[in-house]
């Protein structure tokens, strides 16, 4: 059986011993159905648009719990602030980042995983987990 988001987030919750709210659903839907790397305040002024109700702690508490249940990732980038992105069912990707906007590119280049594999193997380690960011001028800011 394939398992959504959805139920990866409802086990997860109840593993935790947390409550499957109507914000929680809410918040799950939207960032499903983002397409962009925000901030935890770009995310919740969408969410406020929908659900006035919702809180700003309630919207960090659970980007964290996405986190958490391995369906996104946070993204630091030096002293700015933190962006989170979807990764379930996304193939891995690496990001280009532009130092005046901020822009994030994705880009997806299996020669780059063959080097990244190569190198650990050559150095007999075992990789888990990698990112590649690479930051200089997107073309709007040149």
Not at 55 to 65: D, E, F, K, M
Not at 131 to 137: A, N, Q, V
Request: proline fraction near 1%.
């Amino acid at each position: 059986m394939i398992k959504t988001a959805k139920d990866i987030f409802s086990e997860f919750l109840t593993r935790k011993g947390l409550r499957q709210t109507k914000q929680r659903e809410q918040i799950l839907d939207e960032f499903l159905a983002a397409k962009a790397h925000f901030t935890i305040d770009e995310f919740y002024n969408i969410l406020k648009k929908r659900d006035q109700s919702i809180g700003s702690a309630t919207v960090h508490r659970n980007l964290r719990l996405l986190c958490e249940a391995g369906l996104a990732e946070e993204i630091k980038i030096g002293s700015g602030k933190a962006r989170f992105e979807l990764t379930f069912g996304q193939p891995h990707h690496d990001h280009l980042i532009c130092l005046k906007c901020g822009r994030f590119i994705e880009v997806f280049d299996n020669q780059i995983e063959i080097l990244q594999g190569k190198l650990a193997e050559a150095n007999d380690f075992l990789p888990q987990k990698h990112k590649l960011e690479i930051y200089g001028y997107c073309r709007q800011c040149r």
